[in-house]
């Protein structure tokens, strides 16, 4: 898990409705809410930013929305960005790569072929709708085999305790109180 105080040593920039509309459960959720499933997949992004130390910035589209000055806040940590009137996710993100493409390592998540061209250009590397929700899913599985290893560790330990030391170290924990 990534510091707090430290600053990420890698960005990644989550085009949000390419994503929705290429991970079935997103898709699946928009087709009842777009709400819903835009909020699901900033919470999967918070958890992933929160195991990985990876800063996540999400995107959405909202350049068809009149008179819209686009809108940035933070949701347990996640940047997430609905863009000005006129302004795509993918005009955003390349104006944030020549920024940053350069000086930082910033990688984009969208399968949309021609934006994985232009990120490449500018100084970014991509990664595909699938390939983020493969990293993701391999990330909460070594996360969860973790926690089973150190649980399996503490287990260990306190069988290999004698009655007398239990005792005391109950006994310890009732007086503390």
Same mark, same amino acid.
């Given at each position: ?45 918070? #958890? ?38 006129? #302004? ?46 493969? #990293? ?42």
């Amino acid at each position: 898990m990534a510091a707090k105080n430290k600053k990420p040593k890698e960005y990644l920039f989550v085009d949000g409705y390419n994503i929705i509309n290429s991970w079935e459960k997103l898709k699946d959720l928009s087709k009842m809410s777009l709400e819903v499933a835009r909020n699901e997949l900033v919470e999967i992004m918070a #958890e992933y930013q929160h195991y990985s130390g990876i800063k996540i910035t999400v995107v959405f589209d909202a350049h068809l929305v009149k008179g819209n000055s686009g809108k940035r806040y933070g949701v347990k940590g996640v940047e997430v960005v609905y863009t000005k009137e006129s #302004e795509t996710a993918d005009q955003y993100i390349e104006r944030v790569l020549d920024e940053i493409g350069r000086i930082k390592k910033v990688r984009v998540a969208t399968s949309d072929w021609m934006e994985q061209q232009i990120i490449l250009g500018r100084g970014g590397t991509r990664i595909s709708a699938r390939e983020l929700e493969v #990293e993701i899913f391999n990330e909460k599985k070594l996360m969860k085999r973790n926690r089973t290893t150190n649980n399996q560790k503490n287990d260990l330990l306190i069988g290999r305790l004698d009655e007398d030391t239990l005792n005391k170290l109950n006994n310890w924990g009732n007086n503390s109180e």
